[in-house]
């Protein structure tokens, strides 16, 4: 019998093959043996599942997290060849990823709730000592093999505000007021990435940004707010976008668009879901992503 369960396999499956047929088209028009992929962004394309922090010791390590790009390397043979370079950081904020000190929400400093930074504490797939766009720059000045650079950013702009206006008096009336500034900082942030990619290091490949989907349906508006500056950036450098708010949703569809019932987050418990995706939401993501990508060439 045919089930709500069974459409979601069967989505995942067909989109996948679709756009992994795609992608492969087009990447192979290059030489397979130059390729590289560069990951960028924070917890989304990291592959953050925090029951991993919270399970019996040892503790984990940066290679126990699957994020979209592995899934996107895994569907090109990239990483047994070791050419996925993925540097995202969890707690990364557009400002922390363009300036060294910058408020972020655990990557380089404790998070919100006194988890050590997580650059120190777990580590990265990527070492790098300074800031990530100081070691996307080098990579895209020095490796011209390079032909694929996604990035996710933004999500923890929004989470950081929310978290510091938590404490105020009328915490929704924070978060109000707050968002025009959010916005322009955000905006000025992406644009800094953009031209670091395209003209610091004259990065002339595809570009992927990454747009957010929305964890829960009061979170749509925020989604939203974000992947219009993302779009817009993204325009001006020539980059694509994946629409990752889209594609959740209409994977959802059977479920009401509830993103946490369709199974694409972490349950926390049996009706909670934390604002991560499951394998199946990461390979949605990935799927989309490479969509994108094949879009452009």
Known sequence: MFTLRSSRFLLSAFVLSLTFGCLTHALRAANDS??????LGDSVPFGMDVRLLFA??????????????????????????KKLVNSSCPGETSSSFVTAGAEDLGCHSMGPDGEPPFKNWIGLRADYPGTQLQ??????????HINLVTLSIGANDFLLMAHKCSTALDPNACVAAGVPGFI??????????????????GYKGTVVLVGYYAPSAELIPVAVTLNSVITGVGTAFGAAYADGFTAFQLAATPWGGDVCKAGLLIHLTPTTCDIHPTPWGRDVLAATVMLAAAGKH
């Open 34 to 39: 130059n390729y590289t992929y560069l990951a």
């Open 56 to 81: 019996a010791p040892p503790l984990p390590t940066a290679f126990d997290f699957v994020g979209y790009p592995e899934a996107i390397a895994s569907a090109e043979h990239l990483l047994k060849s």
């Open 184 to 201: 322009q900082t955000y905006t000025a942030n992406l644009t800094t990435i953009m031209k670091a990619i395209r003209v610091t290091a």
């Open 135 to 144: 070691f996307a720059t080098q990579e895209l000045s020095s490796n011209k």
